[in-house]
């Protein structure tokens, strides 16, 4: 690719969404690969930049033999080779490409409203264009580079010679939304996720990630891959050392604490069951045959005193199974606490102590500190890692229904008493068992509850399956963002297609081309400085282990802080203030973004940023504001903020100043 170069003119436009251009033989070395990004535009233009330009993608591509001598070449062909000057004068390619946007107002819009003409100029996206293209989130997180036709895109760069265009991604994005991270086992989920929870742990101290980590790559780092405990600003606060780890005082075996991550060893630390209800021990603990005999229904009126004495007495049997006293006392109290039902016989206090030594068993570690702590990790922004990797399915899928269930409950009766909910992103594995289409039918369900209702309740939810066609299509629905990689069956890749038609123009590169650490990112967030991606853009991801060493290295250069969008508001709500209170009723766009732009500090990171060495703000955060504000109110007075285009231009001249009253009157 050689951007900005001229590539041919649109020869036919087959139906709304396709055209052709054709590229000679003489111009071989310019031909696009299949995926590279194309514009057409008018050939010639007074002022190119304030005209409507189209966005294509090449999907396709045949040799064709130019005018009516095609019989005559293949004849030549099937006798003997054709000279140079022969093939610069019959051979050409033919390319297809789907029309995918516009560039209209400096910012990229999906499905043109009309066409371009036979004759339009096609070429190569500049810098400045690719740049806008993977600049979505020009105040992202960097999680990786543009890729283009399959190659990572080099621009000039001053400093270096030449630079890889990155491609950040707005962590806001996350927030109480559901986010689908999809591809095959080995592609590199693993590697995104961690970025993305080290990235969202930074620009947010206060928030909590709790993590269901099933083979504990999250906290322990391999010979190939460094963990979240290896990033140095998570960690940074003051902690006991204790045998070379990092552990809080007070805490058990199998809880450790470094920084703002917590980490427990599922195999070594389950719950403190004398701190949770006998009805939730029954819903989220029992199997569903023990469910089914009801063994424990007789419990639930016991008071939490009795409930833990008898939970320590069974602990205590499970230890000594030799001593008699300590079963003789446990099924005197059993049999006491069930003397409230009539029907109470050896039988069902025999099936009790059954179900009971089970859920003991199996989930009961003493003074652990859960759930107790829970909630006051969730509150202090913790980053909570359960590492599941030396425990079976069923204690994983019973721990994730509890913990879910737990922050849920929590913060539904916050909602309903107004009162501060608890801000938290769930990061969930193999989410094909619980999302399924069967689990989907349970509305009383912790997880489909998250999937379904975390945002009313400030919950986020990341889910990760290598099987995206076994979730269920009204999950899939409702999911905001989606980081999809290699992808093996046409089942997959079809259910992705039918609920993100975005996919449609990927699909044979998402199953074709099994290339590990590139993604197809599309997000659909849409709210006040966030705008929907208008197309899925390729990227290769960054290694985990660059992100933690640019992240420990230069901060700054890796994490934008999040209030530089307050700060270009505050001075844009400041300058149209000042206009209406001097009774200025018109303002040229160049004047006002130009003084906007006077005004940012040297260290805001849309200052200057417009593009081709202007002196303006972000074109995308330009967009956003003249869509947030169409109304302000100053002194006790509505005024209507009305950009103004030239007649037959798509370029803001100017704006309008007029207090409603008198735009009424007119």
């Not at 033919?94 to 029309?99: A, D, G, Y």
């Not at 320590?312 to 079963?327: E, G, W």
């Not at 929590?410 to 068992?433: G, K, R, W």
């Not at 046409?490 to 199953?511: G, T």
């Amino acid at each position: 690719m050689i951007l900005g170069e001229k590539l041919g003119k649109v020869v036919s436009i087959p139906d709304k969404w396709t055209l052709t251009f054709i590229v000679t033989y003489e111009n071989k070395d310019k031909k696009p690969n299949l995926g590279d990004y194309i514009v057409i535009e008018k050939e010639y233009s007074e002022n190119p930049e304030e005209e409507v330009k189209w966005l294509a993608i090449v999907e396709g591509a045949r040799e064709i033999i130019l005018g009516e001598n095609e019989l005559e070449v293949k004849n030549l062909l099937a006798v003997d080779d054709i000279g140079e000057n022969e093939k610069k004068k019959y051979f050409a390619t033919e390319f297809i490409c789907k029309l995918i946007g516009t560039f209209y107002d400096g910012i990229i819009r999906p499905y043109p409203r009309y066409l371009p003409n036979r004759g339009a100029k096609v070429r190569y996206p500049t810098s400045e264009e690719l740049i806008e293209i993977a600049g979505i989130d020009s105040d992202g997180f960097k999680i990786g580079n543009l890729v283009v036709g399959g190659i990572k895109v080099a621009v000039p760069s001053s400093n270096m010679g030449i630079r890889y265009i990155p491609f950040k991604f707005n962590l806001r994005r996350l927030d109480n939304r559901r986010t689908a991270v999809f591809g095959q086992s080995g592609y590199g989920k693993s590697n995104l996720t961690k970025a993305l929870i080290t990235g969202y742990a930074l620009h947010n101290p206060n928030k909590a990630v709790c993590i269901f980590d099933r083979s504990g790559e999250y906290v322990n780092a391999s010979e190939w891959s460094k963990s979240l405990c290896e990033v140095e600003p998570i960690v940074q606060e003051q902690n006991t050392t204790v045998q070379g780890q990092t552990t809080s005082p007070g805490y058990i075996e199998g809880v450790t604490v470094k920084g703002r991550i917590v980490s427990i060893e599922v195999s070594k630390v389950l719950f403190n069951l004398e701190d949770i209800e006998i009805g939730k021990i029954i819903e989220h603990l029992l199997r569903e045959d023990d469910k089914k005999l009801k063994a424990l229904d007789h419990l639930c009126f016991a008071t939490p005193d009795a409930i833990k004495e008898i939970i320590r007495l069974v602990y205590a049997n499970i230890q000594n199974p030799n001593d008699i006293q300590i079963l003789s006392d446990l099924i005197d109290k059993l049999e006491k606490l069930m003397q409230s039902s009539r029907s109470v016989n050896y039988s069902k206090v025999e099936a009790a102590l059954r179900v009971l030594k089970n859920v003991v068993k199996y989930y009961y570690t003493p003074n652990s500190p859960i759930p107790v702590e829970l909630i006051n990790w969730i509150r202090e922004g913790k980053i909570i890692v359960f590492n599941c990797s030396n425990v079976g399915d069923e204690v994983i899928s019973r721990l994730t229904r509890f913990v879910v269930s737990e922050i849920l409950n929590y913060n539904s009766e916050a909602y309903v008493t107004q009162q501060p909910m608890l801000d938290c992103l769930f990061l969930i594995e193999e989410a094909q068992n619980y999302l399924n289409q069967d689990k989907a039918r349970d509305d009383n369900d912790p997880i489909i509850r998250l999937a379904k209702e975390g945002r009313k309740y400030k919950l986020g939810l990341i889910y990760v399956t290598q099987q995206p066609s076994a979730i269920d299509d009204n999950i899939l629905s409702q999911t905001n963002n989606f980081f999809v990689m290699h992808l093996l069956t046409n089942q997959d890749v079809h259910k992705l297609c039918s609920i993100a038609p975005q996919y449609e123009l990927y699909a044979e590169n998402i199953q074709q081309e099994p290339i590990r650490g590139t993604a197809y990112i599309y997000s659909n967030v849409y709210e006040e400085f966030i705008k929907p991606f208008p197309l899925v853009v390729c990227t290769e991801l960054e290694n985990f282990n660059n992100v933690v060493a640019v992240v420990n290295t230069k901060r700054k250069a890796f994490v934008q802080p999040i209030d530089k969008r307050k700060e270009i508001e505050e001075i844009f709500v400041k300058k149209l203030m000042e206009f209406i209170k001097n009774g200025i009723k018109n303002i040229s766009w160049r004047d006002l973004w130009g003084e906007i732009n006077k005004e940012l500090p040297d260290d805001n990171i849309y200052k200057n940023s417009y593009g081709g060495g202007k002196p303006y703000p972000s074109k995308n955060i330009i967009h956003v504001l003249e869509e947030k504000y169409t109304i302000i109110e100053v002194e006790g007075k509505n005024y209507v903020i009305k950009p103004v285009r030239k007649p037959g231009k798509t370029y803001v001249e100017r704006y309008s100043l007029e207090s409603i009253e008198t735009s009424e009157n007119d």
